[in-house]
């Protein structure tokens, strides 16, 4: 399982890590120029299928696809969107628009929870970049659709219908509740809101150790409500912190807090925070491992998604407290975005299978989708990258 990589590709890294400096705008330019051209090089690979969306490579580094249900599917529209938004060239924007469009069937999915990642990283851009307000409706049918999920005894939106448990919730559920915030917004009706509120209490009190890590499922009650179940599905052990969970935490946090402006939520958000950069095992990069607690640290493999969604979040959470401490979680931010740019993760154009960036993991367990490009690492790296350009913006 484990990799070496060359001794010019360490020293890079170690010196853009190490390196407190600020990333240039030709730097981030660069970046965003590449990523267009591999975006679009992945367009044209998938446009010729209709109605179907990029997923990631197999192991002979062909592309594997996936239709509009997979939870997914939201994420390589959305990665267009963005680049739209900082190129402003017509080709992406109509890109963006053709491939946004072979997801909205999903606004009426009621049997997972990941309606709202799948529409409301594609439809929700398209509503924020363009303003063209056909998207709205799209938005609110999505939000009506995740409210059916929502059980008031257990106080949150069930995740996966799935026997093994009477009602799972994800940890990576609290990123669904961005759709349900917008639709409170866009429609004025309070009933979205509150459910998200809702859910994000009750996660809040129930999936969450005392060190601020979370476990991955927790599963309720709901005749008694309560949960009585707390295991990992995708992690490495019922009390490990699986990364990308720690990571949908982190976000979930600083996005409700943006939203809400509850103080429970910005005190949770830097409590995750302090977990992750005060692990011992988060490596001098800053992308971590795809678990925490993975037995076999350090011989096994990092998780780039895990870091993309976690650069966009301390970001965030950096522009959202005091400077001091702001300071601090933009140096983290910055750094792990100055370790994807690196050659380590930043794929040369025409490489990795035309997406941005290398080394996710899906489902380790599963050996399933391990060390291999992924949609929403794509995804979240480039908002991380806006959000950088935005902020440094002289
Ligand atoms: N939401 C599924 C995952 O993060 O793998």
Redesign the pocket.
Known sequence: MKRSLPISVLLFCSFMTFAGSRISDKQLQRTLDLSLEQAMRLYNEVKVFPDKLPRTIDQKGKLVISNDKW??SGFFPGTLWYLYESSGKKEVEDAAMELTRRVINQQYTTDNH?VG?MIYCSFGNALRITGDKTNESVIINAAKSLSTRFNPVTGCIKSWNNIKWQYPV?I?NM?NLELLVNATRISGDSSYLKIAETHANTTLKNHFRPDGSSYHVVSYDTIKGGFVDRVTF?GSHNESAWA??QA?GLYGYVMMYRETKKPAYLQHAQKIAGFIMQHKNLPKDKIPYWDFDAPQIPNTLRDA?AGAVMASAFLELSTLVDKKSGKKYFDIGQAQLKSLMSPVYFAKPGENGNFILKHSV??MARNNEVDVPLT?ADYYFLEALLKYKKMTKK
């Open positions: 939870w997914t990941d990642f994800i990576d990123m995708q990308r969970g949908w998604s899906g489902f929403y």
